[in-house]
C-alpha cells in the first residue's frame, strides 16, 4: 500500500475503525484514523476450548480454525498420553507464536476481538483451577456412555439464538491430545462434576474434536448477522 490508501483497524478488544495511510516506510506505517466501525462480529457465548496439545503444526492449524470459528479462550495442556510437551521459556514462546496466529486469523476472518492463548499447564494443575469455575459449564469429549452435545444444551441454544433468552456464564470443553484422555484423567473430571459429551459414533483426532464442538456451538447459537451493517 501507499499514501492515500484506505484500511480497516482493528485493536484485539472488539473497535475497529477506517483510517487511510498518510506514510508508508520500511519499517513502519503512519495512518490516519477517519472514522469509528461499530460491528460485533462475536458469538454470543463464550467457549473456552482446553486442550491436549496435538503435536507438529497442528496445533498452529488448531487454533487457527478455533479463531476463525469464534472462540473465546484456548488453554494448552500437557496430558499423560501427550506427545508434545513444554514448559519453561520453551512453553512461553510457543504460546507467544500461537498468540501471533490467533491474530493473524482474526485479520482473515474479520474478527476485531482476539482470543486469548493462555500459558501451558499441566491437565492435573489446570483441572483444580478450572473445576472451580461454578459459572462456566463443563463438558469433557468422550468416547465412554455420554450425552450428545444437543441433548447437554437442551432447549437453550435455540431461545438464545431467536433472542429470547441470553446465556449466563460460558462452556469450557476438555479433550485429550493423540490417543486421548487416559481412564484416570477423564474419571478426575467427572469425580469433579464435568459431564461426558459425544460428538458422535466415530473417532475423531485430537485437533478434530475441538473444532467439532465449538462448529456446534457456533451454529446453535449464533444470532443472525447482516452483512453490510457497520454504523
Known amino acids: 500500500m501507499q499514501p492515500g490508501g484506505q484500511i480497516q483497524l482493528f485493536d484485539g ?16 506505517v503512519a495512518v490516519e484514523i477517519e472514522s469509528a466501525l461499530s460491528v460485533d462480529r462475536e458469538l454470543p457465548i463464550k467457549v473456552t476450548l482446553a486442550m491436549g496439545m496435538p503435536a507438529n503444526d497442528r496445533m498452529d492449524a488448531l487454533i487457527e480454525k478455533a479463531t476463525e470459528l469464534g472462540v473465546h479462550a484456548i488453554q494448552p495442556l500437557v496430558c499423560e498420553r501427550s506427545v508434545l510437551r513444554l514448559d519453561g521459556e520453551r512453553a512461553a514462546k510457543k504460546v507467544a507464536h500461537w498468540q501471533a496466529v490467533a491474530i493473524s486469523a482474526c485479520e482473515q476472518s474479520g474478527r476485531a476481538v482476539v482470543p486469548e492463548v493462555r500459558g501451558v499447564q499441566t491437565l492435573q494443575n489446570w483441572l483444580r483451577v478450572a473445576t472451580g ?3 462456566a459449564r463443563k463438558g469433557v469429549l468422550s468416547l465412554r456412555d455420554a450425552v450428545s452435545l444437543r441433548q447437554w444444551l437442551g432447549a ?8 429470547q433468552a441470553k446465556v449466563e ?20 473430571a467427572l469425580d469433579a462434576g464435568w459431564t461426558a459429551i ?34
Open 13 to 28: 478488544l472488539g473497535r475497529e475503525c477506517v483510517a487511510r495511510v498518510t506514510e508508508m516506510g520500511r519499517k513502519q
Open 133 to 135: 469455575d461454578a459459572e
Open 156 to 163: 437453550e441454544a435455540q431461545a438464545v439464538s431467536e433472542g
Open 169 to 188: 456464564g460460558g462452556f469450557v470443553f476438555l479433550s485429550g491430545p493423540e490417543g486421548g484422555l487416559s481412564a484416570t484423567e477423564e474419571q478426575a
Open 198 to 231: 459425544t460428538l458422535g459414533a466415530r473417532v475423531l483426532r485430537a485437533d478434530t474434536a475441538p473444532l467439532a464442538a465449538l462448529s456446534v456451538m457456533a451454529s446453535l447459537y449464533e444470532t443472525g448477522y447482516e452483512a453490510g451493517s457497520e454504523a
